[in-house]
């Protein structure tokens, strides 16, 4: 019976062969966690947007900046107070952005208003992941 082991050479033909698949393949995976934060960010949006969209539908108007997304959750407490507001309300929790950050709400008139993801660094404005994620542009 006899037991053969490994050489160093073919260890370090292994460790070389590991050593390019990572280099090669690495920077491609790398790359795809920050897309799939904007797509995160993006498919979280169209989910609040659609609660904002049944909250307009039973009060008549979007909530205002100072009540912000919270009046998906819990019944708004300052004015102008909903009439229409669902006793479940219309999220069972307002989602952070990707990057562990609550989204920005704006009212703009009664019927518009600005949903938006501060991207990456968290600071308006910004270039590639950076960037902002506005709702309304995708």
């Known amino acids: 019976m006899s037991t053969r082991g490994y050489t160093l050479l073919e260890i370090m033909v292994v460790v070389f062969i590991l050593g ?45 900046t100072e009540q912000g997304l919270e009046a998906l959750v819990r019944k708004p407490t300052i004015p102008p107070m909903p009439r229409g507001w669902r006793a479940e309300g219309y999220l069972t929790r307002l989602p952070d952005d990707p ?27 910004g270039e590639g992941h950076d960037a902002d994620i506005d709702s309304h542009a995708h």
């Not at 934060?37 to 659609?50: G, L, P």
């Open 99 to 125: 990057w562990g950050r609550p989204y920005v709400y704006l009212l703009v008139t009664p019927e518009r208003y600005t949903l938006a993801s501060l991207g990456a660094d968290g600071v308006e404005g």
């Open 20 to 64: 390019l698949l990572a280099t090669i393949v690495a920077p491609r995976i790398m790359g795809r966690t920050d897309e799939a934060r904007v797509t995160a960010a993006i498919a979280n949006m169209k989910s609040v947007e659609q609660a904002l969209n049944l909250y307009r539908l039973d009060n008549g108007t979007y909530p205002t």
